[in-house]
């Protein structure tokens, strides 16, 4: 059976270069992929051009098995939401999300009805009469959801919708995104730099590295708990890059820093990066254990974990994080117990 | 100071007034009076054979229904060719966007009579001089570089993403004009015809020059009666010429008022 969506070997354009050179997915009718990227790596305009609102380079775009390549964007049955939800300003916002409906030659009852129908799915009906500039953010982005999904698409593309919001919208758009999914069977693709966008919508997150190749698919706890590779651990942003060596000891391999050894299984000797979150490693104070000892340099307090610079006696540097309610201060002297790594080649 | 600068401004607004609505004032008042010299101070008489004569006179009405003919055709015509060019210049490279927009200003900032050469002997070579398509085509000139500089300037600040979304949605490119950017630009479209029509209108020497004196319009009565000394037809030809300015701009401020937003 063809996926929804199924993209293969797309050449994706920035200006007149190939931005993208070569990319492949999938994405199955009712679930969601994150496609995660640094900015300006290429993720709205991978949109952009499934959409057909810019030409792809080479490739191919099928949907529901259709190749939908060289066709114009409303002949794609893909809904592309920008990042600041478009609402027409001359129209009120049931006209606004019974549009599609409205294109569709149904009849403009029976487009009401529906479009009443959706924007109450999302919790917006209350401002159906409403001028679309008379709204808030978040409603703005449940109506430009509502109107998407009464086009009934085969795709939706959203974005970053949530990236221009402020905490308490963010939270909204989050709930509203996850009511569109369940009322709609399309598959979704949510393009974002935010991890924790991706935990809260994503059925499944794939990353856009620097060379513009996409890693495979994986859902969000497996790709936190295994990223295929260092570039994606750094682009998941929640892991401290401890710099070292994998050394050999025996049959066993090490991996080794300033603030001791970790055990690093097929791991292969040379410089390594390990990556570790916040609660896979603990911060002591003083010199009981048997680890090097280190200087804390200083201490930079987020909102969920502390990040702390510590130092040993040959001058040599790495960055922990650790749980924000850990006391320790810039001056004490600490060891590290690493619980679980992850181990990369790398400098 | 503050009484001061208040002064300045109370001065300025009656110095504003008194240069926008004097002329005005003068031209009512001359076109409903017959006999009225200097040093008197008020009319002797009113009298509105002006009016009269504007309507009733054969030349005066062929001259009419030219300058009207010419104003309407200009304001559709160049708004139907400036509203695309306008916008596939705004939306291409900026190489495109300046040289059409350095097009469209050489039309505007051409001097009449230059232009009005150029154009008469363009309009010849066609058969058309003395005529009133030639007439037309001299007044689509002007007509269009205003217009195209109008559209350009619209498109320029457009929000492309609005149809963008349609597509998406489904629009097709007749559905997409329909539905979302004729209505949203209304207010420009108004803005654009009226412009058309008072380019038009108000044209003398290219009227002049390229109808060659066969094509009678409004202007061109008004300047024969004031050289001729008919001051009372002069003033109502040239109230007849303001009217439809002010009427003109009374619609294209309402239909801007109705209009919800223009995207940008």
């Known amino acids: 059976m063809s996926a929804t969506l199924d993209v293969h070997d797309l050449g994706v354009l920035f200006g007149d270069r190939i931005g993208l050179p070569s990319l492949s997915l999938t994405v199955q009718g009712g679930d969601c992929l994150a496609v995660l990227g640094a900015s300006g790596s290429g993720k709205s305009s991978l949109l952009r051009t499934l959409a057909g609102l810019q030409a792809a380079a080479s490739g191919r775009i099928a949907v529901n098995g259709r190749d939908v390549t060289m066709l114009e964007p409303e002949q794609r049955g893909i809904v592309y939401l920008h990042q600041e939800p478009v609402l027409f300003p001359q129209l009120s916002v049931m006209e606004n999300v019974a549009f599609p409906l409205v294109i569709r030659r149904i009849a403009k009852s029976e487009a009401q009805r529906r479009a009443l129908e959706m924007l109450a799915r999302l919790q917006v009906d209350g401002v159906a009469t409403h001028r679309a500039g008379a709204l808030s953010g978040g409603q703005r982005h449940r109506v430009a959801l509502a109107r998407a999904l009464c086009a009934d698409p085969a795709v939706l593309l959203l974005d970053e919708p949530l990236s221009s919001l402020d905490p308490g919208v963010r939270g909204d758009v989050r709930e509203a995104l996850l009511a569109a999914r369940a009322a709609s069977g399309a598959a979704t693709i949510l393009v974002t730099h935010d991890l924790d966008d991706c935990m809260a919508v994503a059925t499944h997150i794939t990353t856009i590295g620097a060379g513009g190749a996409l890693s495979a698919p994986a859902t969000p706890s497996a790709l936190l708990l295994a990223p295929p590779m260092l570039e994606v651990a750094q682009l998941l942003g929640v892991y401290a890059t401890l710099y070292g060596v994998v050394e050999m000891h025996g049959s066993a391999a090490m991996f080794r820093w300033i603030g001791g050894v970790i055990a690093a299984a097929d791991a292969t000797p040379g410089a390594s990066v390990a990556c570790v979150r916040s609660h896979e490693l603990a911060v002591h104070v003083g010199d009981q254990l048997q680890a090097p000892v280190l200087t804390v340099t200083a201490r930079r307090d987020a909102a969920h974990e502390v990040l702390l610079d510590v130092r040993d006696l040959s001058g040599a540097m790495a960055t922990v994080r650790t749980f924000s309610g850990t006391p320790v201060q810039v001056g004490e002297r600490v060891q590290v117990v690493v619980h679980h790594a992850r181990i990369f080649p790398g400098h | ?264």
């Open chain 2, 1 to 264: 100071m503050r009484s001061r600068e208040s002064l300045l401004r109370s001065l300025s607004f009656v110095a504003l007034l008194l240069f926008a609505t004097a002329p005005l004032l003068m031209l009512i008042v001359t076109s409903l009076s017959r006999g009225w010299f200097y040093p008197a101070v008020l009319p002797p008489s009113l009298d509105a054979s002006g009016w009269r004569d504007l309507v009733n006179d054969p030349a005066r009405r062929v001259a009419l229904t030219n300058s009207l003919l010419l104003g309407v055709g200009t304001a559709i015509v160049a708004t139907l060719l400036a509203l695309p060019l306008g916008r596939a210049a705004a939306l291409s490279t900026r190489a495109v966007r300046r040289t059409v927009a350095l097009l469209a200003f050489a039309a505007v900032a051409l001097p009449p009579v230059a232009l009005g050469v150029g154009l008469q002997l363009s309009v010849l070579s066609l058969g058309l001089g003395g005529t009133l398509m030639g007439v037309f085509l001299a007044h689509m000139v002007p007509a269009l570089g205003y217009l195209t500089l109008v559209f350009l300037g619209v498109f320029t600040r457009w929000d492309t993403r609005l149809e963008e979304a349609a597509a998406t949605l489904g629009a097709d490119g007749v559905m997409r004009w329909r539905l979302v950017l004729l209505p949203l630009l209304r207010r420009p479209i108004a803005d654009a015809m009226a412009l058309g029509f008072l380019v038009s209108w108000a044209q003398v020497a290219l009227t002049l020059l390229v109808g060659g004196g066969a094509v009678r319009t409004l202007p061109l009565e008004v300047l024969a009666m004031l050289q001729a000394g008919q001051d009372q037809h002069a003033a109502t030809g040239a109230l007849a010429l303001a009217i439809p300015a002010l009427l003109v701009l009374a619609v294209s401020r309402t239909a801007a008022r109705d209009t919800a937003a223009v995207a940008a």
